[in-house]
Nanobody, 112 residues
Framework: QLLESGGGLVQAGGSLRLSCVASGSTVADNDMGWYRQGPGKRRVFLGR???????VYDESVKGRFTISRDAVKKTLYLQMNTLKPEVTAVYYCNTLPNKAVWGQGTQVTVSS
């Protein structure tokens, strides 16, 4: 089970840190990814972190978003900086490949 949190309303240029708490050893035992789904759009991949901590990012967020995790806390994080209005979306996490049931996501709204 996945539970995302940390979203909210922020002004352009601001920052947010999203969290994804997973049951059991999901975060420790899997490659994990972050996704977002904007209004009327399909869900898109943002980045991933391997079990060893290696990260890969989509070009659209590289340099501004950082993925990390705390296996002890069973939590995946997404630090988002220099936010732009176009990243307004619902943000989700999942294992890679997507084996877990998708959570409700957390809404991020960036105002201009």
């Amino acid at each position: 089970q996945l539970l995302e949190s940390g979203g909210g309303l922020v002004q352009a240029g601001g920052s947010l840190r999203l969290s994804c708490v997973a049951s059991g050893s999901t975060v420790a035992d899997n490659d994990m990814g972050w996704y977002r789904q904007g209004p009327g759009k399909r869900r898109v991949f943002l980045g991933r972190i391997s079990r060893s901590g290696y990260t890969v990012y989509d070009e659209s967020v590289k340099g501004r978003f950082t993925i990390s995790r705390d296996a002890v806390k069973k939590t995946l994080y997404l630090q988002m900086n220099t936010l732009k209005p176009e990243v307004t979306a619902v943000y989700y996490c999942n294992t890679l490949p997507n084996k877990a049931v998708w959570g409700q996501g957390t809404q991020v709204t960036v105002s201009s």
